[in-house]
């Protein structure tokens, strides 16, 4: 079974603060996402990487940054923190195409506070 | 504008009934569309994926529908079981690098007893 894991499944950060969220999988995917999902709006993308050191901004990247140095390990990083970041954060991996097949972490609920 | 939406965005019915959730789309060029099932502070877990050719695919008591001409996809759930209290995410793919996705706002199915 592929497994998607992120490091905290609740977070309490303040006005400011830098937060690091990691996201791991293990089945060797070339893709990786990272998604924010606020109720009414359904999931966003906020960037994704088709390989190591890729990243590609996707629909709301402002304020967010990435980084990918290992295959696995795929992190998002909110350089000051801000309340209306406080939101559900889904991290994702698939395999190439023509796969299609996208597999979710268990997400972690952030709190800026 | 690519755009994903779903009908109705919340529904409660009784264990045993069936329901039926609608999925209309504007994704072009379309690719695929899949169907998650999403429990409260989870990952979305996909139920079913389905391409351009094909019209139906079931999954269990779950059973989706495609009719790519008229965008539309539904979502039948049969015999429903209280473990199926969740949302319901419709997703469609565009012929794109990277498997980005478009989200609908989810159903949200409440099954009582």
């Known amino acids: 079974d592929v497994k998607v894991t992120q490091s905290s499944r609740y977070l309490v950060k303040r006005t400011g603060e830098k937060v690091f969220l990691e996201c791991v999988q293990d089945?060797?995917?070339?893709?990786m996402f990272w998604y924010r999902q606020d109720p009414g709006l359904g999931l966003r993308l906020i960037y994704f990487s088709y390989d190591v050191k890729m990243k590609e901004k996707g629909d709301i990247p402002e304020g967010y940054s990435v980084s990918r140095e290992k295959k696995e390990r795929f992190s998002l990083i909110l350089e000051s923190a801000s309340t209306n970041q406080t939101s559900m954060y889904l991290c994702?991996?698939?395999?190439?195409?023509?796969?299609?097949?996208?597999?979710f972490g268990p997400g972690t609920r952030l709190t800026v506070t | 504008k690519n755009q994903v939406e779903q009908s109705p965005q919340s529904l409660i019915i009784l264990e045993g009934k069936n329901c039926t959730l609608q999925c209309n789309y504007t994704v072009s060029p379309f690719s695929n569309l899949r169907w998650y099932k999403q429990d409260t502070g989870r990952g979305p877990v996909s139920l079913t994926i389905?391409?351009?050719?094909?019209n139906t695919k079931s999954n269990g008591r779950y059973t989706a529908t495609l009719d790519a001409d008229t965008k539309q996809s539904s979502l039948h759930i049969t015999a429903s079981q209280l473990s199926d209290s969740a949302s319901y995410i419709c997703v469609v793919s565009a012929k794109a690098a990277g498997n980005k996705l478009t989200f609908g706002g989810g159903t949200r199915v409440l099954v009582k007893p």
């Open positions: 089945m060797d995917h070339e893709n």
């Open positions: 994702a991996s698939s395999p190439p195409l023509p796969s299609y097949e996208q597999y």
């Open positions: 389905m391409t351009f050719s094909e």
